[in-house]
């Protein structure tokens, strides 16, 4: 059985950005494990609401346990955030008056070999959050041509070595398929020289994860029904951890900026010195807050 270990990234921030209150309805678009939703039901009580959205199953199943004992307070619902309006009305919840998407993976998600997302530890090449989607990182690193895997990397993975890092790939799975993490990394490692602390194969996981969970595509689909869910003065509150992400929050953000929204956070949010020592999956995060006007 999973443990609860959870830590959740900003809670202090968030918290203070939504400004929890009782008698209101929440919603936390990627409930991870559930720690910033344990934590907007206590401020909640006795009668606030949360519906806790996620697809990934294991996950989902740890978030259930740790929010039990809120009981009929808290909905979990396996779902992508993009879903959300359809997982309301089902669940009789809503308008919301404050939504949270922390759009890193979760730190189970690394210790996890068996899931594919981190070349710490050797896995099979999977990365997906939902098991029963039939894409995974083996699918597009074994079958997509040189060109798409070069694009891929240079889009997601943000990767200045993405031409020579996808020849490498095509070139060695001519030899055998690249079914697992650590064979994945050491391709990787052949054409590009480590350089600090960082390891030469972070971007190129990065992008196959994107593309695996389509999650710049679920992100671009999912905000503006968000925002149609929020209550007048709701507020939508965004963690993202790498560039891209953040720059399509900045975005919608301003697109929205005086018409359906009110940018709260010029510039955003990021971790104090002390939860980033404490927490090193905090030093890349970035929180993002609007409120509907």
Known sequence: MAQIVHVPVMLKEVLEALDPRPGQ?????????????????KRTAPDGRLLAIDRDPRNLEVAARRLSPFGDRVMTVRASFRDAA??????????FAGILLDLGFSSAHVEDASRGFSFQQDGPLDMRYDPSQELTAAVIVNGWKEEELAKLLRLYGEEPHARRIAEAIVDARREARIVTTGHLAEVVELVVRRTGR???ATRTFQALRIAVNDELGELERALPSLVSLLAPGGRLAVISFHSLEDRFVKRFFKDQDGETLKILTKRPLTASPEEAKLNPRARSAKLRVAERT
């Open 198 to 200: 960082t390891h030469p």
């Open 25 to 41: 309805d929440y919603l936390d678009g990627t409930v991870g494990q559930g720690g910033h939703s344990e934590a907007i039901l």
């Open 86 to 95: 359809e997982v309301a009305r089902n669940a009789l919840v809503g308008p």
